[in-house]
């Protein structure tokens, strides 16, 4: 469930079992703030974050009221400052009297293999019917294509025409590579123990 996104890390963790303030629970302390003023700042769907801080106030209220009589309650005080201030600030936004959340910056991502490999792609993706259940026409889905590499991708169906012109066993060179490479690629991460090194 999204709303226990902060009472499950480990900073909570370690918050709850003791609120003494040597220095391994100071840090945890600091490392749970920062946790919550970060997601504050990273997420974009303010239902789900109002749930998130919510819930984990509530947590928190509930263990200040067993650590109060213990006189160890000013961590979870502390935290529970830090989230009525997001809570508020998240209020704020909402009517409009602060910007909203900010637009993360779409990556930019470069095609650099070849023209004809991409299209070679795009109309195994037009033929299987894997995006919008096939309702979406070839000259369509390379204009999306086209914006999402930044390439611009010119006369699909002549290229098309050329693949079907080809003499050999397989027509399709760029699928059969991709097929090929991921299948060794599996194979090396089997012999590695399941481990493949991220790129």
Do not use: H
Request: with cysteine; aromatic share 8%; hydrophobic share 40%.
């Amino acid at each position: 469930m999204i709303m226990l996104r902060l009472t499950q890390t480990e900073e909570f963790k370690m918050i709850i079992l003791s609120c003494s303030t040597n220095e391994q629970e100071q840090k945890a302390l600091e490392d749970f703030m920062k946790r919550i003023i970060d997601l504050c700042d990273a997420e974009d769907d303010a239902i789900s974050l109002f749930r998130i801080l919510r819930y984990t106030r509530f947590r928190l209220q509930t263990l200040q009221a067993v650590y109060l009589m213990d006189g160890k309650g000013k961590n979870v005080s502390e935290l529970l400052f830090v989230i009525d201030t997001e809570l508020k600030l998240l209020k704020m936004r909402m009517q409009g009297l602060l910007p909203a959340f900010p637009v993360k910056p779409a990556k930019k991502l470069c095609w650099t293999g070849k023209a004809t490999d991409l299209v070679e792609l795009l109309y195994a993706l037009d033929t299987c019917d894997c995006i919008n259940n096939g309702e979406i026409g070839v000259e369509e889905l390379a204009d999306a294509l086209s914006e999402i590499f930044g390439v611009e991708i010119k006369n699909c169906y002549n290229v098309y025409m050329n693949m079907k012109r080809r003499k050999d066993n397989s027509r399709t060179y760029f699928l059969d590579e991709l097929r090929e490479k991921l299948n060794k690629r599996m194979v090396d991460s089997d012999l590695k123990g399941g481990n493949f090194k991220k790129r």
